[in-house]
């Protein structure tokens, strides 16, 4: 009889934020992969857990992975922890999953924190469409290309940043996206937590103001505008054009009602009149 994987989420700094689930399991697992024993130590001490702790992290994954599959397959069960928050999110343990799931082991989420959708929610950026996209590179001329390539996401932009290099970033943003809405959180759920609001270059001039920038940081980005419709383009004639686009006819007429403020139902409707009547 095989084990589990349990991909198991914990606290990012209030360690009240640990589910009684989570707890369960770290409990009842015979063992804990995680990144730094150190750091685990200090959760599972907490709440009396007393259960193994095995490294588990970028410089160990392939043959960790390995190991820890076989393991599991023989029967037990393993909980699988980052440093802090939901593992795989900018964080090791793809690998693992992956060779689990090849080796036919069932693999359980036990959900719970995780930074950017905390800083997401109380941010007041869009969060009806928002893209994670970890770690900006470190390197100024790869974070611009980064930066570019998102130029014209119609979405929220999530990433983490470390202290040292955020004031970079922001002037980056400001050069690369302009004047957009930005949120810097810092050290969520801690007794420091703070949200900066405004545009890069009102955050730059607040942190340039400290006399250091520490904890962990994540970053948001508000949403490009869309362009406006053209409204003396027909929905027919702007379906056409964005299928011509390469957009498949469903999503054209998800795109046209969006630009129009009109329901996806109400613009495939007038298109079926239209081409009923032959128009």
């Given amino acids: 009889m095989t084990g589990t994987l349990y991909i198991v989420a914990t606290p990012i700094g209030n360690l009240e934020d640990i589910t009684l689930r989570a707890l369960r399991i770290l409990k009842e697992c015979d063992v804990i992969a995680c990144e730094d024993t150190r750091q685990t130590r200090k959760l599972t001490e907490h709440f009396g857990i007393r259960k193994p702790v095995l490294s588990y992290h970028e410089h160990n994954e392939r043959q960790r992975a390995a190991e820890l599959t076989d393991r599991i397959a023989e029967g037990q069960n393993i909980a699988l922890v980052t440093d802090a928050g939901t593992p795989l999110v ?83 943003i400001t050069a690369v996206l302009g004047s957009r809405p930005i949120v810097v959180a810092r050290e969520l759920t801690k007794m420091h937590e703070e949200f900066l609001r405004g545009t890069a270059v009102e955050i730059h001039a607040q942190l340039a103001a400290r006399p250091s920038i520490k904890g962990e940081i994540t970053l948001l980005i508000g949403k490009a505008e869309a362009p406006e419709a053209d409204s003396t383009i027909s929905i027919e004639d702007a379906v056409r054009a964005a299928e011509q686009q390469g957009l498949a006819r469903m999503d054209a007429i998800k795109q046209v009602a969006r630009e129009r403020g009109l329901n996806k139902r109400e613009v495939y409707r007038l298109i079926a009149g239209d081409l009923k009547h032959g128009s």
């Fill in 90 to 172: 900018s964080d090791p343990g793809y690998r693992l999953v992956q060779a689990a799931i090849e080796r036919g082991v069932p693999v359980v989420p036990i959900p719970g924190p995780s930074a950017a959708i905390a800083a997401l929610s109380a941010s007041g950026l869009a969060t009806d469409s928002f893209r994670f996209c970890g770690f900006l590179p470190a390197k100024p001329s790869q974070r611009r290309k980064m930066l570019e390539q998102w130029k014209h996401e119609t979405c929220t932009l999530i990433f983490y940043e470390t202290p040292h290099r955020i004031a970079e970033a922001l002037e980056d």
